[in-house]
């Protein structure tokens, strides 16, 4: 059975901090890597995809990679109370057809 | 959602009875998805279409049935519903020219 581990949280962090989201995946065969933003009662939005070994920067968010330890990070600069949310890591299946493998998500909490 | 309906919203169905989720995309998008979502879980691939004419299993498909008769749609019918299929279920599709998955509203399921 391939897995995506997530640490479940809570995750509390103060405004204007750094929260630092895990995840790591047993299939080897993943390329791709994705991480998704969940509010409360809504579908899944795309924060950030990597492909390849090393960090990735959008704005606020920055995502790392690390293939041989298997192993996804997202850090989110500057926490804000919106940023309050489930994120869950992905990862596409060596099975093909981009289909994609889901950690049960880190609830992360971010207080004023 | 990135162009995506799903119908119904909410829906409660008594054990036994049947429904079709239904999955509609305004994009041309030849992949489309159907997950599941439990507390607590991630999400768990039900069944997949790679293109219009064709469906493949995914991890969970036991009790469900799909159709894509056409490109635009993709329906997920439940032929006797059991309590055990009690359920966020979301409709996602994989994005032109990408291998990101983008996912609808979803159906709140309960099954008494």
């Known amino acids: 059975q391939k897995e995506v581990e997530q640490n479940s949280g809570p995750l509390s962090v103060p405004e204007g901090a750094i929260a630092s989201l895990n995840c790591t995946y047993s299939?080897?065969?993943?390329?791709?890597f994705f991480w998704y933003r969940q509010y409360s009662g809504k579908s899944p939005e795309l924060i950030m995809s990597i492909y390849s070994n090393g960090d990735k920067e959008d704005g606020r968010f920055t995502a790392q990679l690390n293939k041989a330890s298997q192993y996804v990070s997202l850090l989110i600069r500057d926490s804000q109370p919106s940023d309050s949310a489930t994120y869950l890591c992905?990862?596409?299946?060596?099975?093909?057809?981009?289909?994609?493998?889901f950690g049960a998500g880190t609830r992360l909490a971010v207080h004023p | 959602n990135a162009g995506v309906t799903q119908t119904p919203k909410f829906q409660v169905l008594k054990t036994g009875q049947s429904m079709t989720l239904q999955c509609a995309q305004d994009m041309n998008h030849n992949s489309m998805y159907w997950y599941r979502q439990d507390p607590g879980m991630g999400l768990r691939l039900i069944y997949y279409s790679a293109s219009e004419g064709t469906t493949d299993k995914g991890e969970v498909p036991n009790g469900y049935n799909v159709s894509r008769l056409n490109k635009r749609e993709f329906s997920l019918r439940l032929e006797s519903a059991a309590p055990s299929q009690t359920s966020v279920y979301f409709c996602a599709f994989v994005g032109r020219g990408t291998d990101t998955q983008y996912f609808g509203p979803g159906t709140r399921l309960t099954v008494l």
């Open positions: 992905a990862v596409t299946s060596s099975g093909g057809y981009n289909k994609l493998i």
């Open positions: 299939d080897r065969g993943s390329q791709s």
